[in-house]
Nanobody, 112 residues
Framework: QVQLVESGGGLVQAGGSLRLSCVVSGRTISTLNMAWFRQAPGKEREFVAA????????SYADSVKGRFTISRDITKSTVYLQMMSLKPQDTAVYYC?????WGQGTQVTVSS
C-alpha cells in the first residue's frame, strides 16, 4: 500500500523560497504519477503540479508556472516541490498525491 509523508512547509516572507518533500513508501515512484495539490482556508483543494511516471514529464497550474518546479529522486523515493518567488496567495496546506492516496499535508504560510 502506498504511503506518503510530506515535509518542508513553514513560514516565509513574500518573494522567498521553500522546498517541499514527499517521501513515498510501498511502491517505486517511477511507476507512479505523482502530484501536488493545495488547499487554502475556505477554498477547494486545487492542482499545483504533477510529474508523470514513465517519462518524468511535468505539468503545472497556470498560477505557479515559472515559479514552482516538481521533481523526483527515484533513489530516495522522494518527490519535491521547489517553490520560488512565493506570494501571500500561495498560503495553503500542500498535499502530495499518488493514485487515490493523499499525504497528511504540510502548511505553507507566506507573509506580505
Amino acid at each position: 500500500q502506498v504511503q506518503l509523508v510530506e515535509s518542508g512547509g513553514g513560514l516565509v516572507q513574500a518573494g522567498g523560497s521553500l522546498r517541499l518533500s514527499c517521501v513515498v513508501s510501498g511502491r517505486t515512484i517511477s511507476t507512479l504519477n505523482m502530484a501536488w495539490f493545495r488547499q487554502a482556508p475556505g477554498k477547494e483543494r486545487e492542482f499545483v503540479a504533477a510529474i508523470f511516471s514513465s517519462t518524468g514529464s511535468t505539468s503545472y497550474a497556470d498560477s505557479v508556472k515559472g515559479r514552482f518546479t516538481i521533481s523526483r529522486d527515484i533513489t530516495k523515493s522522494t518527490v519535491y516541490l521547489q517553490m520560488m518567488s512565493l506570494k501571500p496567495q500561495d498560503t495553503a496546506v500542500y498535499y502530495c498525491k499518488a493514485l487515490s492516496v493523499w499525504g497528511q499535508g504540510t502548511q505553507v504560510t507566506v507573509s506580505s
